[in-house]
């Protein structure tokens, strides 16, 4: 986007001339609204949605059986050991808690810096952070061994007298993955009211009707509630901003605070959150795509918001690479030996072959993105999308197994290998957020109607 | 106001714009004229509406700073109390009050606190969750949520007289005018 003249033709999005633009033509209020709304409200329910939906309720079958296996047996069903500890659990959660952070970051930090395209990702981007949270959150529940007493986690007062130790970076992650979910969610639901409203009026069914109009709580477009929700929907854009910065930055904290050798590191950080909004990006073309061709939501999703996230793709995605060259760069120029032979582990040990295929996925495959051709192909996007996707989850993978499974003392090495719980379960949260995004995109409007208004030129008030 | 007395009480008179231009002046207007209980509605946020209203500031801002004080506070003297006071325990060998360990969970609590109060004093503050209003009995008020403008004076309003007033909304031009019965 280029900026105009004034301050107003930000708001207004002057593209470059070559650049597709944010809303195809033709578009006013109430077609917008006919065409989201509708979506959900007269769309019959087609064969492609039930046979995803089916597929999806499948895989959360299998989970909820491996689970109960799992709360049977114990966390003994897991390839993990002793050793290696975390295992597929701890990789899970760290891959989904940063898929989840696109969507804050376009609903909040992109909300702040005026970038009007957002308007018509943000909803299903915010869905997708809290479906990713809800998958991340399971897993270190799981990896509790016993998980009816996760809230001991919390501080409360118990009759045991016992309190958490928050020196603790588990304790950070608990407080901050909380707040994540807590935040995302009122986000979510705060600019779903308005959109709600319109669903109500757009109902025939009464039960619909009523249903949309609890959840719209009565919202009539007053002036003055539009002036408070605007100064509330800054603000907690504002708070959000530094909040998903923090919680990849706290999930880094549980590796980079302890001393094992490849996690003890002051780039994990910045490292950290530049995965998750790499991966988050990758999700959300993953979802979009799809979604705006199914749907025929192509002139309000157009290429230039694909385009977009392909470029914040490229970009979080050379951070990325930038964090592998400094890891192995740290690792010589330490002089520790441990830190040395963890690099070399990671080239040419057990696990190599991940590695390399990490460094393939991450770094080399997306680099054709480079390509505006590329860029502007929907297959190919949706298809290195994918790549980065899996990339990522070898990123945590090699992060976790390589540094547990050969730390300091070769008499306590060992191997990882995961068992068929371990896929059951990471293949069952899969099943679970598509089953959710499915039944997201046929309930609720999966693109902010209110928003997308003011994405129209006629929604500017103009001097008489 | 003897004519608004004599008439079935009513909550006021609606009209009925095409564009949030037509709504801003025509609020202007209305504010001008001396109105002062009324209330613009449209589809989407208009900032100027709520200018025009007189409605300058809102009490948002200060709650969600409050919000988030009292979550930092309570945040990081939750874990003072707990590791200095209440649970002392020595991990290796660091201090009981290790401040810069608590302040993860002190920034966690201060986003949770500013956040929660903010989105709650935002809807206590618009009188919502109200699922019934009298403006919802005029029809054409639904498309309020979709692509129509519409102002509202009160009958609340001590200016306010039902010929008078219904008058001065017809010289705003609107595209319909409908009394709000209660």
Known sequence: MQQGPEENTVLMDVPWPEEPPVLGPGQTFGSMTDTIADAVLTRPIGL????????????????????TYLFLIGVGIWGINIPVGWGFAIINFVWWIGIGHAGTLISAILLLLKQTWRNSINRFAEAMTLFAVACAGMFPLLHMGRPWLAYWMFPYPSSMGVWPQFRSPLVWDVFAVSTYATISAVFWYVGLVPDFATMREKASHPLTKKVYGMLGLGWRGSARHWKRYEALYILLAGIATPLVLSVHTVVSFDFAISIVPGWHTTIFPPYFVAGAIYSGFAMVLVLAIPIRHFYHLESMITMRHLQNAAKIMLATGLIVGYGYLFEAFMAFYSGSTYERFMMQNRWFGPYAVFYWSLILFNLVIPQVLWAPKIRANTRWLFLISLVILVGMWLERFIIIVTSLSRDFLPSSWGHYVATRWDYAIFFGTIGFFAAAMFIFIRIMPSISIFEMRQLLPESEVKAK | MSHAQLSPAIYGILAEFDSSTDLVYATKA?????????DAYSPFPIEEASEALGFHKSRVPLIVLLGGLLGGFSGFGLQYWINVISYPL???????DSWPAFIVPTFEMTILFAGLSGVFGMFALNGLPMPHHPLFNVDRFSAVTRDKFFLCVEA????????DTQRFMESLKPLSISEVPH
């Open chain 2, 156 to 163: 609340a309003d001590p200016k306010f007289d039902l010929v």
């Open chain 2, 30 to 38: 209305a504010y001008a004229a001396g109105y002062r209980k009324m």
């Open chain 1, 48 to 67: 492609g949605w039930l046979v995803g939906l089916a597929i999806g309720m499948g895989l959360v079958a299998i989970l909820m059986a491996a689970v």
């Open chain 2, 90 to 96: 020595n991990i290796g060998g660091k201090p009981y």
